[in-house]
């Protein structure tokens, strides 16, 4: 079950990467770059993962030796990757519009002033 | 904890001062004055903190081991979030806010005609912070948070001055691919995490090397590729030119002299600490290899470019190379030639390139076409324009002969030692890359520096005062680390060296006595004897004088000769056949311009540059391209040589 969690993830991280290699509309580079986050995000929920666990809520008297619950760590990390994340595509999309004002155009082939 | 001016403080304290900094901008920044003071206090508050830490972590060899909210490791399990400090740590630290202090200096006057300089200020702090975070953490996760701000900020520097021709399109690619490397780099952590359960950079270092499997080797793939696109190195190095190129000249200082540092520092931690693979040869191929790589393909690329700031940012790639080269040889006088290096390159750099922002500030091109005959107006400026290409093209005595000559000699010793022929190939790549340094710096002086002045600079000043200020810094460092080679070495990168030497003491400051011995066994790196031979033996003292005396037989000669330079160039004298004459008007004067000068070379090698030219397309879809092949060819090393 958590093994296709995985393969899922690392396809969402390679069809990211396709999208940005392949795609030439600069709004569809930061939907790349947001799925291929997503993938990650996806994998270290999967790998905190424990079948059976509890939500990991406890406080400083309930927590035992029977307590069973999945990883905290990453479902912590996951919430930093997710701001993160969002910082990317509200940084990516302004750069766009800016962009678009001064080329007039949101073609890969034809943002490349600076080449050679 | 009572002792607030204890020194195992001052980590913690040099990182938090420039974030303090960068949000008491945001909230009083509108007052000039106040927001001078506010940025500077920072910055040097950091700097004095990284300074005083030189006596107990250099000098002393301790390891300074923080945990925050001194939450201590339980139960053999590091559960809270550290910093370590050891000497590798400080060197970059303090590398990093040196370059920081000086270039906060600079921006206070070049600068001052921008919009939105409190912004400007709050995004160079962030990004101080963000890289001094980075190479003092000791945890893998915050390594990465630290690897995102960096990023942002710096990608938002290089949009700055948004009006600037690609200022935006460069950005924008930093961006996207700066961005996969951080998603690499979170991929990777994460499944080191579902390896070892720990995110501590000292346990998994001791928990690592001895549990290698599949993921492990594809989490190291991951983590170098995410590192290579921070310190640029092929195939990365579009990036670094364009952001170069587009970013204002203190924020280029940065980028090269301090975010690539990072990237470096990141390969450094992952290959000797974390993986402690560097013993293998095939590891040490692969940096040197990617090294030699980055450091030709970027010196050719450099020959060909007519803009002096992207010029710079292709050298800068170069050096790194130099640097990663040195780094792979896995030899103490390798590694601290190679750090040494860093160091120069930060310096020589960063001067080269506030000369570059200078001329930019005063005549508002970097156009090496369009410019020439500066010195007359900028003395100054072309005078430390000068120490700084002195040292970038390896003349003794300053810093950059010392640090590739303890380079060629380290790749020589390796070729000696290892039997391997091909070391020495690599010492000749190192050569004929600094030969070809030298060439392009010849160009970029005669077609700024020297030459006829066009009319239209004929009002240019010399820039002011604390502009010159911050390149004089820089220049007297380029003197001091190539006059005293053996103090840099003996307080700087030998303990650095050292302390990548003893992975196992990183481990134990952090986590106890004898706990890597427990905890890797079999895998316990032998505790390596560093010596440091009679590396870079020479004396600069001697040639110092040797170049005193060149420039007084030059300077008698060019004063007491008869021969009139302008005449030769500009009168209509009657013996035309040897004017500087190319086509056009005979009138309009002519100057031999940056890209002609070296016309013989060029055109023999005029299908390698147009191979190149084309294949560096401007294309976002081909960088990145490169970023994923490269991720898939790493990948495919560690698969098959481990």
């Known amino acids: ?116 | 904890m009572s002792n607030f001016m204890n020194y195992i403080h001052f980590p913690i304290y040099s990182v938090m001062v420039l974030f303090l900094g960068a949000f008491l901008i945001v909230v009083l920044g509108k007052n000039k004055t106040l927001r001078s003071i506010i940025a500077v206090l920072s910055v040097s508050i950091s700097l004095a903190c990284m300074i005083a830490l030189i006596k107990p972590v250099m000098v002393n060899g301790e390891v300074i081991a923080y945990w925050m909210g001194n939450r201590v490791p339980a139960g053999g399990y590091a559960i809270g979030i550290a910093m370590e400090v050891d000497a590798l740590s400080l060197f970059f630290g303090l590398l990093i806010s040196t370059a920081v202090f000086v270039s906060t200096i600079y921006s206070i006057q070049y600068m001052a005609h921008d919009e939105n300089i409190p912004q400007y200020y709050t995004l160079l702090l962030m990004l101080a912070g963000g890289v001094m975070g980075l190479v003092l953490s000791g945890d893998i996760f915050n390594m990465f948070i630290m690897v995102e701000i960096l990023t942002f900020a710096a990608v938002a520097l290089t949009a700055f001055r948004n009006r600037v021709f690609g200022a935006l399109e460069a950005a924008f690619k930093y961006l996207v691919v700066g961005c996969m490397g951080s998603t690499c780099i979170l991929a990777g952590t994460i499944m080191l995490y579902a390896n070892a359960h720990t995110l501590n950079f000292a346990q998994l270092s001791a928990i690592i090397p001895g549990n290698m499997n599949t993921s492990t080797k594809i989490a190291f793939a991951l983590l170098f590729v995410g590192f290579s696109t921070k310190a640029f190195i092929v195939p990365f190095h579009p990036l670094a030119a364009d952001a170069h190129g587009a970013a204002p000249a203190s924020i280029s200082v940065l980028i090269s002299g301090v975010l690539t540092k990072s990237g470096i520092y990141g390969i450094i931690r992952l290959t000797y600490f974390l993986f402690q693979t560097m013993g293998l040869s095939t590891f040490q191929f692969l940096l040197v290899f990617i090294g030699c790589v980055s450091m030709f393909l970027c010196v050719t690329m450099a020959l060909a470019q007519h803009d002096f700031k992207r010029l710079l940012a292709f050298h800068s790639i170069s050096q790194i190379g130099y640097v990663l080269t040195a780094v792979g040889l896995f030899t103490a006088v390798g590694f601290s030639s190679g750090i040494y290096h860093a160091l120069n390159h930060t310096l020589f750099k960063g001067l080269l390139f506030l000369a570059a922002g200078a001329v930019l500030h005063e005549t508002g091109t970097t156009n090496l076409d369009e410019l020439g005959g500066l010195s007359k107006k900028m003395p100054h400026t072309t005078v430390l324009f000068l120490i700084g290409a002195f040292s970038i093209s390896g003349i003794p005595p300053f810093n950059g002969f010392a640090s590739k000559w303890m380079i060629y000699q380290a790749c020589y010793q390796k070729a000696v030692e290892s039997g391997n022929i091909g070391y020495v190939l690599v010492t000749v790549i190192c050569l004929v890359t600094s030969v070809l340094t030298l060439a392009s710096f010849v160009k970029v002086s005669q077609s700024v520096f020297f030459g006829r002045l066009p009319e239209k600079y004929e009002n240019v000043k010399e820039v002011s005062f604390g502009m010159r200020l911050a390149m004089g810094i820089f220049a007297l460092l380029c003197v001091l680390t190539g006059l005293f080679p053996d103090l840099v070495g003996k307080y700087l990168t030998q303990p650095a060296a050292t302390a990548a030497f003893n992975a196992s003491s990183y481990i134990d400051a952090m986590l106890g006595e004898g706990y890597a011995a427990s905890a890797m066994g079999p895998f316990l790196p032998a505790a390596q004897n560093v010596v440091f031979y009679e590396a870079g033996v020479w004396s600069p003292m001697s040639w110092l004088l040797i170049m005193c005396i060149v420039l007084l037989a030059i300077t008698i000669v060019a004063v007491t000769s008869k021969y009139d330079r302008v005449s030769a160039v500009s009168s209509g004298e009657a013996d035309a056949k040897h004017a500087l004459f190319f086509s056009g008007e005979e009138a309009v004067y002519s100057q031999v311009g940056g890209s002609d000068l070296f016309w013989g070379f060029k055109h023999n090698w005029r299908h390698y540059f147009s191979f190149m030219h084309d294949l560096h397309s401007g294309i976002l879809n081909d960088y990145a391209l490169w970023a994923v092949v490269d991720l898939a060819l790493v990948m495919l090393f560690m698969l098959i040589v481990l």
């Open chain 1, 1 to 116: 079950m958590i093994t296709f969690n995985y393969i899922a993830s690392f396809f969402l991280i390679a069809l990211g990467f396709y999208t940005i290699i392949t795609k030439f509309n600069l709004v569809k580079a930061v939907i790349g770059l947001s799925i291929a986050d997503y993938g990650v995000n996806l994998l270290i929920i999967s790998i905190g993962y424990v079948p059976g666990g509890t939500a990991p809520i406890f406080t400083q008297g309930e927590i035992t030796q029977l307590s069973y619950f999945v990883d905290p760590i990453p479902q912590a990390l996951t919430l930093t990757s997710i701001v993160i994340g969002a910082c990317v595509t509200a940084m990516s999309m302004s750069l766009v519009m800016k962009l678009h004002e001064s080329y007039g155009t949101l073609d890969t082939r034809e943002i490349r002033r600076l080449h050679g």
